[in-house]
Every structure is written in C-alpha cells, then in structure tokens.
C-alpha cells in the first residue's frame, strides 16, 4: 500500500503511526540485522532514512541493507538530493517552511527533479517546520535558518496552514534531532485542529511520557531517531505502550 496512505488512514482510525529515523552517519551496515530485529519486535510502522549531514553514496547501500530485513515502507527523509535512493519506497519531498533560504523551499527539489523522473519512489510533498527544541540543531547550521519558537503559536499556525494551501500533503513540526524539548502539547494540538492533512511530530522523544504526550496531542506519525540510537531499550518502551490516543 502506499505509505501516504497507511498515514492517512491512521489519523482516521485516531492510532497514530511510529516511525524510526535511520541516520545513514550513526548505522553501520554490520549494525543493521540487529537493529531491525529489534525494529521488527516493536509496534514501529514505517521507517524514516535521512540525516542534515550524510555522505553521498552511503544511504543507497544501508537502505538496501535495511529492506533486506523489513516489509515495512522504508521512506527518505532526506537533508539533501545527495540523500535520493530508488531502493526506498517513498519520499518526504520537504520544503523548510519556517525558514527564508531559497536552496530548502526551491532549488533542492528543483535539483531533485531529474533522478525523481527516472525513480518509482512515491514522492509526497511535505511541509517542514523547525521549532526551537532548546538546542542548536545540526539542522539549524546546514540551512542557516532559525527556528521558530514554541510560544509564537500563531507564526506556526499560519506557516502549517500555508503550508497546506500550497498543497503540501503532510505537515512535519520538528522540534530538532536531540531537542531537549520535544514539540508541546498544545503546539500539536492547535495546528491539528487548523489542518486536515496528518500531522508527523519528531524531535527529542526519548521517554515514555514525552511519547505519551505526543500521541495524545493528536500527532498522526510520531518519529524517534536519537533514543534509540542512544539507549536501544527504547525499543522496550515502545512494546509496552498502547497507541491510541
Ligand atoms: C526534496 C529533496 C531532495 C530534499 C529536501 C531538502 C530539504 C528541504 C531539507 C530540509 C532541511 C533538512 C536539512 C532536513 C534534514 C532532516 C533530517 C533528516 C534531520 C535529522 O537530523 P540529524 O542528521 O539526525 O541531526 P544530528 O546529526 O544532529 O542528529
Ligand atoms: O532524533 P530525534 O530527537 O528523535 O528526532 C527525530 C527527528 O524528528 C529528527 O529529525
Ligand atoms: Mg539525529
């Protein structure tokens, strides 16, 4: 099934789908079997492949390492077209709403176009809106924009609703890789009830309450990178919760 839609129908149900971000810089090929076998025991729906920082020529290989023990959409989350596979299934085709630098609203994906043409990757066009997690992101220094704080709710409102009336399919708050705090409740809360498209939340999720939170708030995909790259019991946390919110 299209990824696009298994995110779609699950802001329908109200169970929100898991995602694990995959940094081609912090996996090695020889980690991967035993990271997806953990992968594999968890309620983890989709996995998310991508970094602010990666190599060219390394996240080809380690998606399709991953594939290689999943049937799960692996899905590109990608920094840069340096980033594109075609051994993944699909593609957030990002555009950094909050920030001002033409080379993340335009000239990436215009530079995308001719390996897009070519690809069977489902591409679906997402909004993506950095917010200040209380740290410097690697993110923050690769575009040089600055992120939007959590209180100026309405900047982020109006960004996300623009966001969808320019067509964007889905809509990203990302608090920043490793943010000390995650997006708030109310942040998520507000702009779902502005949007209609599903909601993806990430950034410094690493317990259970934040994880808790984010899936009572109304997020429809919630994406955990650092807590399992960092302590893969994580992985525990996530069996023995319920998703539903
Ligand atoms: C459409 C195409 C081809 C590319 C989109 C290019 C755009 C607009 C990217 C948005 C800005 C950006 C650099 C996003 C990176 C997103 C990402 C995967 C972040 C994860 O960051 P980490 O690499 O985990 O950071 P750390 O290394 O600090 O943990
Ligand atoms: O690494 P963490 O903090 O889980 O963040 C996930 C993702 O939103 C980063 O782009
Ligand atoms: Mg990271």
Redesign the pocket.
């Known amino acids: 099934m299209s990824y696009y839609h298994t995110i779609v129908n699950a802001k329908a149900s109200g169970a929100p789908l898991i995602a694990v971000?995959i940094d081609p810089d912090k996996l090695t090929l020889a980690e991967v079997p035993a990271f997806m076998n953990k992968v594999s025991q968890t309620a983890i729906a989709v996995i998310l492949v991508g970094g602010s920082t990666v190599a060219a020529g390394i996240t080809e290989p380690l998606v399709a390492a991953i594939k290689q023990h999943t049937t799960k959409p692996v899905v590109l989350?990608p920094g840069d077209v340096g980033q594109l596979t075609n051994k993944a299934d699909g593609l957030l085709f990002l555009m950094l709403l909050s920030g001002r630098n033409p080379e993340y609203l335009i000239d990436q994906q215009v530079a995308s176009v001719p390996f897009l043409r070519e690809a069977s990757l489902e591409v679906v066009s997402t909004g993506y809106i950095l917010l200040d997690g209380g740290k410097e992101t690697a993110?923050m220094q690769v575009t040089h924009t600055t992120p939007i704080p959590f209180t100026e709710i309405n900047r982020i409102k109006d960004t996300a609703k623009a966001g969808e009336f320019m067509g964007n399919k889905l809509m990203y708050l990302?608090?920043?890789?490793?943010?000390l705090h995650p997006v708030p409740v109310e942040v998520i809360r507000e702009v779902k009830q502005d949007l209609t498209i599903p909601i993806i939340v990430?950034?410094?999720?690493?317990t259970e309450k934040a994880l808790l939170d984010t899936i009572k708030s109304g997020a429809d995909m919630i994406?955990?990178?650092?807590?399992f790259?960092e302590d893969e019991t994580f992985f525990e946390v996530l069996q023995n919760i319920t998703i539903a919110k």
């Open positions: 971000l989350f993110t990302e608090a920043g890789s490793g943010a990430g950034g410094g999720i690493r994406v955990i990178g650092t807590a790259e």
